[in-house]
Structure formats: C-alpha cells, structure tokens
T-cell receptor, first 116, second 114 residues
Framework: DAGVIQSPRHEVTEMGQEVTLRCKPI?????LFWYRQTMMRGLELLIY????????DSGMPEDRFSAKMPNASFSTLKIQPSEPRDSAVYFC??????????????FGPGTRLTVL | SQQGEEDPQALSIQEGENATMNCSYK?????LQWYRQNSGRGLVHLIL?????REKHSGRLRVTLDTSKKSSSLLITASRAADTASYFC??????????????FGTGTLLAVQP
C-alpha cells in the first residue's frame, strides 16, 4: 500500500485566496484525521471522521475552515479565505477505526502551507 | 489545549547511550502511544500501551505507564544517530468508551551525536 497520500506537498498562496488540501487514506481504514502543526501550538487535531461522517470538529479554528469526506477514499480540508496565521504543516492520518480498539494512526507526509 | 506535555523539550546524547523521555497527561485514558517524527516528515507510530498495562517492550524501546501519576516514559536503549528525531506521546482520552481520537504532547527533540 502507498500509505496516506496528501496533495499538494507545498502550497504558497496570498492572503484571501481559497486553499484546498487533499488526502487519500489507506484503503480499508475507516477513520480519517486532519491535524495542523506549528512551532507555537504543536500538533493540533482539527477534525476527524469515522466511516466518512464527521465525529469531532471542535478543533477547527473558525468558520473559514471546512472539511469534507465524500467517500471512503478521499477527503478535503478547505480554508476560505486564507490568512497568514494559517501558515502551518497540515497532516492527514488514517486508522482502522472504531472496530478495532487501540489502533494506531498512519500519517501522510503533510502539506506545508504558506500564506503571504 | 494539548493533553500531554513532555520533558525534556530537547535531549542531546552520544551514540550508544540510553535516552529517556517523559510524558504527562491530564485526564483518564484508554491508551497511550508514542510516535516519532523526522524533520520535515509525517509521524510514525512506535508503540502503544493500554491503560491496564504498566510496561511494554519493542526492540530497543521500553515504555512504562503510571496511570495513578498520569505519566509515561519512553526509553530508547543503545541509541544510534538514526534515532535523531522528535518523539511525541499521544493519548486516547476515555470518555466512557473508545473515542479513536488522539491528543498529542509537545514533543521531545532527541539528537544523538555520532
């Protein structure tokens, strides 16, 4: 398996623009997670899905952020409009899900977002 | 807010020495996991210890868990230069069942000098 796939790997955009990050989880995994990592705040869970349904979005910073999972093999994280403080590395991770307790998460390589 | 805090924040040792990192957390947990992150890469799972376990081994890794103190430690024995990375603990909070959600600590940056 190729592991968790994220695109793009790097994104540079200007303030006010819309940014869409993409993630393909490992086939057969039922849970998908979006994280943001910065030096100041460390690794933060933004939202996670089980069986394509959002379970906990309490970490989403504000209404500018939205996430979707239209099917088991694809998810997007959208920021509209983007701001310089959104600059961070965004990670997607997947795991087997509810059905298997104590399961580990597999992380993608991340998308480094820079908002100018 | 983050569940876990680790110490030290940074650790520098010589190759062959042992490295010990500590993690403290705040609430009841189902399990605690340790992850490793090389610079510029995603996190990689190392080991998981359940809340009813006290110690676990995997290769050169030894993890302990003290739920009464809400703390864990990760020991890497006979360290190698390739062990240089950031190490994070992550806890699955117990909200009355399995949550599937992990809360990550602040991380320890380990540098192993050859």
């Amino acid at each position: 398996d190729a592991g968790v796939i994220q695109s793009p790997r790097h994104e540079v955009t200007e303030m006010g623009q819309e940014v869409t990050l993409r993630c393909k989880p490992i086939s057969g995994h039922n849970s998908l997670f979006w994280y943001r990592q910065t030096m100041m705040r460390g690794l933060e869970l933004l939202i996670y899905f089980n069986n394509n349904v959002p379970i906990d979005d309490s970490g989403m910073p504000e209404d500018r952020f939205s996430a979707k999972m239209p099917n088991a093999s694809f998810s997007t994280l959208k920021i509209q409009p983007s701001e310089p403080r959104d600059s961070a590395v965004y990670f997607c991770a997947s795991s087997l899900g509810w059905e298997r307790a104590y399961n580990e998460q597999f992380f993608g390589p991340g998308t480094r977002l820079t908002v100018l | 807010s983050q569940q876990g805090e680790e110490d030290p924040q940074a650790l520098s040792i010589q190759e062959g020495e042992n490295a010990t990192m500590n993690c403290s957390y705040k609430t009841s947990i189902n399990n605690l996991q340790w992850y490793r992150q090389n610079s510029g890469r995603g996190l990689v799972h190392l080991i998981l210890i359940r809340s009813n376990e006290r110690e676990k081994h995997s290769g050169r890794l030894r993890v302990t868990l003290d739920t009464s103190k809400k703390s864990s430690s990760l020991l890497i024995t006979a360290s190698r230069a390739a062990d240089t990375a950031s190490y994070f603990c992550a806890t699955e909070p117990n909200y009355g069942g399995a949550t599937n959600k992990l809360i990550f600590g602040t991380g320890t940056l380990l540098a192993v000098q050859p």
